[in-house]
């Protein structure tokens, strides 16, 4: 749990809010917020929050419900009690086991740049370029590595 | 090298059906009882590129760091461990465990939970708890 201290702003338990918020620093959310919420530092949705909002910030902390994409400039984070519905595109991602995300996440790809299915490996393959091995199956066991074919290598090196 | 499994019956879920039932520590593959259908048990260790159309199994799927797998569905019923590329769906009934180095790109990825190091890059629809069809 944060500090007091991280957020100069704090909407109350009791407190809807509907329309756009912007914030300097940090806020903590604990009431309602239906709209846009910005900020240039952390974002806290605290639990027993339930917000309906786009959230644009540099950390956002989920701890509560969140409907609504999520934009953060460095790191979101997703506590055991909090959930996720909407789109999500930040640099980092923590996940506590039992926090819900459901919807669309680009974590640690710049926006606009290329997938991470590459992973700076080469290029991506798609699922049809390659072979698959036998009735569909992959063939593989616990101690031999995957043999690739010759196309298959080939395929990489492209 | 050699992998010791613990001995005894070690329990699975079937990937197609999620029904649960007991096999030998050393099964490989089995048939389900409440699907009939034949299903893979063991680990799968991916260490270089990997282009199938499923890769699924009920064991644990490792991915490593010059693993790559392009798949179109990659199903562990154990979890995934990644600290390589893949590339496809994933479900998984355990955890899916994304390395520093680790990107994964699919459509969707459903599991219990999922562990994701600083660094590591996904792109796709997430449903984490994943929810089975009908839920």
Redesign the interface.
């Known amino acids: 749990m944060s500090t007091n201290g991280e957020y100069a702003t704090t909407i109350g338990p009791d407190a809807v809010f509907k329309g756009d918020l912007e914030f300097e620093s940090g806020a903590r959310v604990l009431g309602r917020i239906e709209g846009t919420v910005s900020s240039k530092g952390k974002i806290l949705i605290a639990e027993g929050s339930e917000c309906t909002a786009t959230v644009t910030a540099r950390d956002v902390s989920v701890e509560g419900v969140l409907t609504g994409n999520v934009e953060a400039g460095d790191r979101i984070s997703v506590a055991p009690t909090g959930q996720v519905h909407g789109d999500?595109q930040a640099a980092?991602?923590?996940?506590a086991?039992?926090?819900?995300?459901?919807?669309?996440?680009?974590?640690?790809?710049a926006a606009g740049g290329k997938?991470?299915?590459?992973?700076g490996?080469g290029a991506?393959?798609?699922?049809g370029?390659?072979?698959?091995?036998g009735n569909?199956?992959?063939r593989?066991?616990?101690?031999q590595?995957?043999?690739?074919t010759a196309k298959?290598?080939a395929?990489?090196k492209r | 090298?050699?992998?010791r499994r613990p001995a005894g019956p070690r329990p699975i879920h079937c990937y197609l059906c999620g029904h649960g039932f007991d096999v030998p520590a050393r099964a490989?593959s089995t048939t389900c009882p409440a699907c009939n259908k034949a299903i893979?048990v063991?680990?799968?260790?991916?260490?270089?590129?990997?282009?199938?159309?499923?890769?699924?199994t009920c064991?644990r799927i490792s991915v490593t760091a010059r693993?790559?797998v392009?798949?179109?569905r990659v199903r562990g019923g154990g979890g995934i461990d990644c600290d390589?590329?893949i590339?496809?769906s994933i479900e998984t009934e355990g955890v899916v465990v994304l390395g520093p180095?680790?990107?994964?790109?699919?459509p969707v990825l459903r599991s219990r939970?999922?562990?994701?190091a600083?660094?590591?890059?996904?792109?796709?629809?997430?449903?984490?708890?994943r929810r089975r069809d009908g839920e």
């Open positions: 999500i980092r991602m923590t996940m086991e039992g926090a819900t995300v459901n919807g669309f996440c680009r974590i640690g790809v997938g991470g299915g590459g992973g490996r991506a393959a798609s699922p370029d390659g072979k698959a091995t569909g199956q992959a593989s066991d616990s101690e590595e995957a043999k690739p298959a290598t395929a990489a | 090298m050699i992998r490989m893979q063991e680990d799968v260790v991916v260490k270089s590129y990997l282009p199938v159309t499923d890769l699924q064991g693993g790559r392009a798949a179109k390589g590329a590339e496809g180095k680790a990107s994964w790109k699919g939970h999922l562990e994701i600083d660094g590591a890059r996904l792109e796709g629809r997430i449903e984490v708890p």
